[in-house]
C-alpha cells in the first residue's frame, strides 16, 4: 500500500523539485525551500511537505526559538528513494541529452 502511495505522490507537481531542493540545500528552512523552487506556493509547499513527511520520505524538525523555525531533511528512506529517482529528476530538468542519446541509439 504504501509503494503505491509513494508512486502516486512522485507524480504530483512540485514533489520531485522538493525532494531535489531538500539534498542540494541540505537541511533547509521552509522559506530556503520557497526561495529555492521558482513559482511555488506557500501552501502548496506545505501541502507536499507534509506529504513527504507522512510517508517518511524526509523528516521535519521544529528549532524551539523565537520564531520557531522548522528544518526539513532526507530520510535515509528518502535518500534511497531520490538515488533510485534521479534519471527521471535529470530528465525532468533537462530532457535533450536523454533525448540526443535515444537517437544515437537509433541509428
Known amino acids: 500500500m ?6 502516486q505522490l512522485v507524480q504530483k507537481k512540485w514533489v520531485i523539485q ?3 531542493a ?3 540545500l541540505k537541511n533547509p528552512y521552509f522559506n530556503d525551500l520557497k526561495n ?5 506556493s506557500s501552501k502548496t509547499l506545505s501541502i507536499r511537505l507534509k506529504e513527504l513527511e507522512k510517508l ?3 523528516s521535519r524538525h521544529v528549532i524551539d526559538a523565537k520564531p520557531i523555525r522548522v528544518l526539513y ?11 533510485t529517482l534521479m534519471p527521471f ?19
Open 2 to 7: 504504501v509503494m503505491h502511495e509513494i508512486f
Open 18 to 20: 522538493i525532494v531535489n
Open 22 to 24: 531538500i539534498v542540494v
Open 36 to 40: 529555492y523552487i521558482e513559482k511555488i
Open 56 to 58: 517518511h520520505i524526509i
Open 73 to 83: 531533511a532526507c530520510t535515509e528512506f528518502g535518500a534511497g528513494l531520490f538515488t
Open 89 to 107: 529528476i535529470l530528465f525532468f530538468i533537462n530532457p535533450k541529452p536523454f533525448m540526443e542519446q535515444n537517437k544515437i541509439n537509433e541509428n
